[in-house]
């Protein structure tokens, strides 16, 4: 970059740049070249069920599972186990990142803060979280602040942890330009650290949210009465594996659109990053 | 317009940094510090741009705002990635009020269409012209100089030596400039002092009378260029 000559300054020569660029029409289409596996996949699951391979009362068709989650959908029972799941994963999500926000930031930012809370937050992060929720049903019983509880301390470690680490790895170099300007300390949080750190924080964001996902179902494994998790508990006592694999492919959904969710704003936050994703 | 009296910073218990340096820069004057590497005179410029303040001695300014008499320029771009070009220029002010500034400097270093461009489409040329806007758009009294284009190759320096020799045309910034180029040094300034040792003293001082815009192969320059070699005496230590 930097031995770079500058021959011409003038924007025109970036943009002929980008009408060189070769593209084969096919490995453009992103979608349908990351479809192609699950799709062949799918069509051998089901030829194996059919032909026998497999027996039904173990793993049934993928048109058997559709047939059932397009029959709950119709009598509306579905709604109410997805809307409920949706909820606890939403509601336990902003908790659990709000709290990762406030303590990362302050460990990330004071040292003061940092020897005073990480060794505590660490401390508690080996504890295998799913050892909390006897503790939090005593404590809270077996309602939804329980199960969202515990969905926010899924979330909470990713975002803090990645949230403490990119605000620690701030370019030195960028902060003294900040000095240079006399900005107050909130100034340069807000203008300096916050934005060179959201790369990091966007990685914490999106695991937190996938551990989210995970935490849901342990939640609702353990005690529920309505929800995704619930409807696998209860096909499995009522030997209906399609119902089973069936709230599996819901969760699958749910996890893969909240995250390309988060994917597409972690993108469109970070165009001016200078990485592989944007080199294109 | 600034006054360095008796400044020193030392390092690893007096082995490294500078010791009681003595200068004095009149209004609108470009002094440029010469000197091998690790005699101090990168601190020197961020002792006065107060990015260092453990140091010993004075340093006063006759600047009107005196809490932003410096203005500072390092060795890299230093552009906040997530900004554009025209956002970084601005960075660090309230941005309606230095918009059509910001657009007139964006002219005077040669940038115009790239207001909208992320830094890493910038060529590190062009990166260091928007940090000489960015520099700029404050009005410092003082304008600090850290091996500005040292990273740079050697044609794209000399475009942005000229650039610069524009603006302080128009400007008239009171100018410190370190570098280790003694062809930058003997192009752009009006004085030049010589620092050498560990920690870092002055050895001398060259005032070069020549008017600007000097010529490159000037033989008056070349003969200064011998003299500072000797000054600098690279086989003593």
Same mark, same amino acid.
């Given at each position: 970059?930097?031995?770079?000559?500058? =021959?011409?300054?003038?924007?025109?020569?970036?943009?002929?740049?980008?009408?060189?660029?070769?593209?084969?029409?096919?490995?453009?289409?992103?979608?349908?070249?990351?479809?192609?596996?699950?799709?062949?996949?799918?069509?051998?699951?089901?030829?194996?069920?059919?032909?026998?391979?497999?027996?039904?009362?173990?793993?049934? @068709?993928?048109?058997?599972? &559709?047939?059932?989650?397009?029959?709950?959908?119709?009598?509306?029972?579905?709604?109410?186990?997805?809307?409920?799941?949706?909820?606890?994963?939403?509601?336990?999500?902003?908790?659990?990142?709000?709290?990762?926000?406030?303590?990362?930031?302050?460990?990330?930012?004071?040292?003061?803060?940092?020897?005073?809370?990480?060794?505590?937050?660490?401390?508690?992060?080996?504890?295998?979280?799913? !050892?909390?929720?006897?503790?939090?049903? $005593?404590? /809270?019983? *077996?309602?939804?602040?329980?199960?969202?509880?515990?969905?926010?301390?899924?979330?909470?470690?990713?975002?803090?942890?990645? &949230?403490?680490? #990119?605000?620690? #790895?701030?370019?030195?170099?960028?902060?003294?330009?900040?000095?240079?300007?006399?900005?107050?300390?909130?100034?340069?949080?807000?203008?300096?650290? &916050?934005?060179?750190?959201?790369?990091?924080?966007?990685?914490?964001?999106?695991?937190?949210?996938?551990?989210?996902?995970?935490?849901?179902?342990?939640?609702?494994?353990?005690? =529920?009465?309505?929800?995704?998790?619930?409807?696998?508990?209860?096909?499995?006592?009522?030997?209906?594996?399609?119902?089973?694999?069936?709230?599996?492919?819901?969760?699958?959904?749910?996890?893969?659109?909240?995250?390309?969710?988060?994917?597409?704003?972690?993108?469109? !936050?970070?165009?001016?990053?200078?990485?592989?994703?944007?080199?294109? | 317009?600034?006054?360095?009296?008796?400044?020193?910073?030392?390092?690893?218990?007096?082995? @490294?940094?500078?010791?009681?340096?003595?200068?004095?820069?009149?209004?609108?004057?470009?002094?440029?510090?010469?000197?091998?590497?690790?005699?101090?005179?990168?601190?020197?410029?961020?002792?006065?741009?107060?990015?260092?303040?453990?140091?010993?001695?004075?340093?006063?300014?006759?600047?009107?705002?005196?809490?932003?008499?410096? #203005?500072?320029?390092?060795?890299?771009?230093?552009?906040?990635?997530?900004?554009?070009? /025209?956002?970084?220029?601005?960075?660090?002010?309230?941005?309606?009020? +230095?918009? +059509?500034?910001?657009?007139?400097?964006?002219?005077?270093?040669?940038?115009?269409?790239?207001?909208?461009?992320?830094?890493?489409?910038?060529?590190?040329?062009?990166?260091?012209?928007? !940090?000489?806007?960015?520099?700029?758009?404050?009005?410092?009294?003082?304008?600090?100089?850290?091996?500005?284009?040292?990273?740079?190759? =050697?044609?794209? +320096?000399?475009?942005?030596?000229? $650039?610069?020799?524009?603006?302080?045309?128009?400007?008239?910034?009171?100018?410190? &400039?370190?570098?280790?180029?003694?062809?930058?040094?003997?192009?752009?300034?009006?004085?030049?002092? *010589?620092?050498?040792?560990?920690?870092?003293?002055?050895?001398?001082?060259?005032?070069?009378?020549?008017? +600007?815009?000097?010529?490159?192969?000037?033989?008056?320059?070349?003969?200064?260029?011998?003299?500072?070699?000797?000054?600098?005496?690279?086989?003593?230590?």
């Amino acid at each position: 970059m930097s031995s770079q000559t500058e =021959a011409a300054v003038s924007p025109s020569v970036k943009q002929s740049d980008k009408d060189k660029r070769v593209r084969l029409p096919f490995v453009r289409n992103k979608a349908l070249l990351g479809s192609v596996i699950p799709v062949l996949l799918i069509v051998i699951w089901e030829l194996a069920s059919r032909l026998g391979w497999v027996a039904p009362h173990l793993l049934p @068709a993928p048109t058997t599972v &559709l047939g059932e989650v397009v029959s709950m959908a119709q009598s509306g029972e579905l709604w109410g186990h997805v809307g409920i799941t949706l909820y606890r994963v939403a509601a336990g999500f902003a908790f659990g990142a709000a709290a990762a926000v406030v303590l990362g930031a302050a460990t990330g930012y004071s040292k003061i803060a940092n020897y005073l809370l990480d060794p505590m937050l660490q401390a508690l992060r080996a504890i295998p979280s799913l !050892a909390w929720v006897p503790l939090f049903i $005593l404590w /809270i019983g *077996i309602g939804e602040a329980s199960k969202i509880t515990l969905v926010a301390v899924g979330v909470f470690f990713p975002v803090y942890l990645n &949230l403490t680490s #990119g605000i620690h #790895g701030v370019d030195r170099k960028l902060i003294e330009v900040g000095r240079m300007y006399h900005f107050s300390t909130l100034q340069l949080i807000r203008r300096i650290i &916050l934005p060179a750190a959201l790369p990091s924080f966007l990685v914490g964001i999106r695991s937190g949210l996938s551990l989210g996902w995970m935490f849901v179902v342990a939640a609702e494994l353990l005690g =529920a009465s309505q929800g995704l998790g619930y409807l696998m508990v209860f096909g499995q006592n009522t030997s209906a594996p399609e119902l089973v694999v069936a709230s599996i492919l819901l969760f699958a959904i749910f996890g893969k659109l909240t995250d390309e969710l988060l994917k597409r704003l972690q993108q469109r !936050a970070l165009r001016w990053q200078d990485s592989m994703e944007n080199a294109s | 317009m600034l006054t360095v009296h008796r400044v020193s910073r030392l390092f690893q218990e007096g082995k @490294a940094g500078f010791h009681h340096i003595d200068m004095q820069l009149t209004k609108g004057e470009v002094v440029g510090v010469l000197g091998t590497s690790g005699c101090g005179k990168s601190t020197l410029l961020r002792v006065l741009s107060g990015l260092d303040p453990q140091y010993e001695g004075t340093v006063t300014t006759d600047a009107v705002h005196q809490e932003e008499a410096f #203005g500072m320029m390092f060795q890299e771009p230093r552009l906040m990635p997530w900004l554009n070009v /025209i956002d970084n220029i601005t960075f660090g002010t309230k941005k309606r009020t +230095k918009q +059509k500034e910001a657009e007139a400097l964006l002219k005077t270093v040669g940038l115009n269409g790239f207001e909208h461009h992320y830094p890493k489409d910038l060529s590190g040329g062009m990166a260091q012209r928007a !940090a000489i806007a960015r520099s700029l758009l404050h009005q410092p009294e003082i304008l600090l100089l850290d091996e500005p284009f040292s990273a740079l190759d =050697a044609f794209t +320096k000399m475009q942005l030596q000229d $650039l610069l020799l524009s603006i302080w045309e128009r400007h008239e910034t009171t100018t410190l &400039l370190v570098t280790h180029d003694i062809d930058e040094a003997l192009y752009l300034c009006d004085r030049i002092v *010589i620092m050498r040792g560990q920690p870092g003293r002055v050895e001398s001082e060259i005032t070069i009378e020549q008017p +600007k815009p000097r010529k490159r192969g000037d033989a008056y320059l070349a003969g200064l260029k011998e003299q500072i070699l000797q000054e600098l005496d690279f086989t003593k230590v």
